[in-house]
């Protein structure tokens, strides 16, 4: 092989190898490309990968979820059937033949849930009446027809509670109704709906507000929660018998004010005690907002000094 052939040979090569390198390049802005999804500050701790996680290495299955040594097993008891059903057969599948009566009988208990209901249509025929003796009319009145819009009880019960107990938005509650029971309905009608709940519910509310103002101990406390993005401060009023709550903006002694008045004559008792720490963490929970701040107790405050 003279000088040209080789020069020749070696530069084929050459070129062979830059190709292969620009391929590999691309190769790795690619993968570098991917691999970025999951290494920067807004990717969620589910989705990032190459980390250790301890949370089953020290399992006696290798890794693998298992019980934990020492803890007992629990199963679920059995609950007493309110229908019975008979499973039988004629014939054999394979031959045909009649099988009579059966050898034995075993029994297998199923928890299940009905099926979807159907919207129930009812018509009230409401009756007027005039008095015979101040003349004034008088209308009749159910407890399950409301006395406003034309939703009934259960279903503004059933909004308010995928609202406020399960937190669903307004659209995915409209999903909701209209999945388990052929309800269409409006998310500006259902944020009607929880109005009409609290309207409901408002004479006990004003109640529970009244024993809390003429209460001789009160206990008081506040932490913070976040409405909207928004800071605000989620107030617990208790006594032994009732709790109150108010989110406000404020955690000055505007909202005692507010919600005392300066005419409360008890022991206010602020920050807090045992009990009071469980209801924040309970109710912080339901609202999944955690609890970010429970000061210590900072003594008691007296009559109207406590509002002043």
Known sequence: MNEVETIKQLQEQNELLRREI????AKIRELEARLAQYENAHTPPSLRRGQNRKKYQDGPLNGKPSQKIGHK???RP???PNRQIDVTADRCPDCGAELGSPIRIDSKI?????????VIITEYKIAHYRCPCCRK??????????HEGKFGNNIISLATLFRYEDRLPHRKIQDALERLHGLKI???TIFDLTRRAADAVRSEYDAILNKIREAPILYVDETSIHV??????IWTFATESETFFVIRKSRGM???TEVLTRQFKGINRMRRVETLCQIHKSLAAMLGTPTSRIERPRGEVRGSDSVA
């Open 110 to 118: 199923i928890e299940e849930i009905p099926k979807p209901q159907p």
């Open 22 to 25: 620009e391929l590999l390049k």
């Open 228 to 233: 909207q993005g928004e800071k605000q401060w």
């Open 254 to 256: 505007k909202v005692l």
């Open 78 to 80: 059995y609950k007493p």
């Open 137 to 146: 009319e008088v209308v009749a009145g159910n407890s399950e027809c409301p």
């Open 73 to 75: 097993g629990v199963t």
């Open 186 to 188: 409006s998310p500006a």
